[in-house]
């Protein structure tokens, strides 16, 4: 490869590593890993494929186990999150009965009040009636 | 020449009847709560339809000796001895004949055997009433019951206008169910105007009348009766017949509105010679004056009631 040829590619990885597309860059770096490796140890291949296989496997279990993990959480957490909506629903019912109740009640009290209050009239000298009736 | 003076009025349910009160415009509207409270607390203390009064408790316990206050003694010495001067046509222990005739049953109402009668009147006997001055101890007799409906509004008023003429309130009239009316009058205002109607429901003006610091009280059948078989019935029962009056109206002004109350009640028993005749020696004993409607309709006036019409 020539010098100018990995210059550019140099280029375009630190390119990339500023515009942030690691993926790329990744894959970039590990063919030229890779290549390297080739190039300079072809028998480490033989070592690594079952590593990586292991390891691979390991992730998988552990990525199985956080997604279960996950899932539980997010199961409990929507479960927490719906039974709190629902309490909280129930709560703003509770409060919205009260107030209707206490709306109702004030109005029944004041309808009471108007009742029960005697009220005072202005009259002139009129005469009583007597009827004996009650 | 009517009055151009104003009043204020306030009206409350006490004693099954409303009650009103009428005092000059000047007053706080205030004052009518502590006028009230006065009625409040004989009806509490002395109605025998309340639970727990003296007289419910005298009721209660027919038989033993009860434990009162000053004023109950004090009531029923007067009570006792109005019957006394009414021969008996006035008796506050009537409430058995009362209950035999039905007043307090919904339906169902005969006329009671003359047996039945015969045997509740034996328990209808003021006089039976004992009264031990010293601590207040009031017993009337065994299945016998006093009714306080002929006096404790009155009790109540005249309780009301002394305490009234105590705070300064020299110009009022308390107008209790129609039938105990009680006038305050002063030198400005020397006289309230009543107007008397006949006894039953849009019955004709019969006359009108003014009194001045003194009580009207009247009797009629119009609101209480019973219908049995198609004819009415009076809830004024004659304790010493056991039926009731046939009588329509009586009237009476008197300066006690307890004296005034008693004496209507008993003189409705009365046929109209009789009621002339008693008038005049009650007249001399109470300074009272009154008029009676017979059954027929008939008017008849003590010596000295028509200087009341106007």
Partial sequence: ?134 | MPSSLLYKTQTRWLFHSHIKLKLSIFYDDSIFDELFETLEEVNSKYNSYTKDSYFDLINQRAGRFVSTDGHTVALLKKLITISDDLDGEFDITVMPLIRLWGFYKENNHLIPSTEDIQAVIENVDYSNISIQENGNQVRVGVKQEIITGAFVKAFAVDRLVENMKSIGITDAIINAGGSTIYAINNESHPSWPIQVDEARKGGNPLFQLRISNECYSTSSSENTYLEIEGKRYSHIISPKTGYPSENKQVGIVSRDAVVGDAISTGLFNFDKDSFAKKMRSLSTKYEVEGFIVDKNGEIVFSDNFEKYIV
Avoid at chain 1, 56 to 83: C, F, G, P, W, Y
Avoid at chain 1, 108 to 124: F, G, I, L, M, W
């Fill in chain 1, 1 to 134: 490869m020539s010098q100018i040829k990995k210059i550019l590619l140099y280029l375009i990885g630190v390119g990339l590593l500023i515009f942030g597309n690691r993926d790329v860059l990744a894959k970039i770096s590990t063919k030229k890993v890779e290549s390297a490796e080739k190039e300079l140890k072809p028998d480490l291949k033989a070592f690594s494929k079952p590593k990586d296989s292991v390891r691979r496997e390991a992730i998988k279990v552990v990525e199985k186990k956080n997604d279960a993990l996950l899932d539980s959480i997010h199961a409990a957490t929507t479960a927490k999150v719906s039974q709190k909506a629902k309490a909280k629903e129930l709560k703003k019912a509770e409060q919205k009965k009260k107030k209707s109740e206490v709306v109702v009640a004030g109005v029944q009290n004041e309808a009471e009040k108007v009742e029960e209050a005697p009220k005072t009239k202005v009259e002139k000298e009129e005469p009583e009636k007597a009827h004996g009736t009650e």
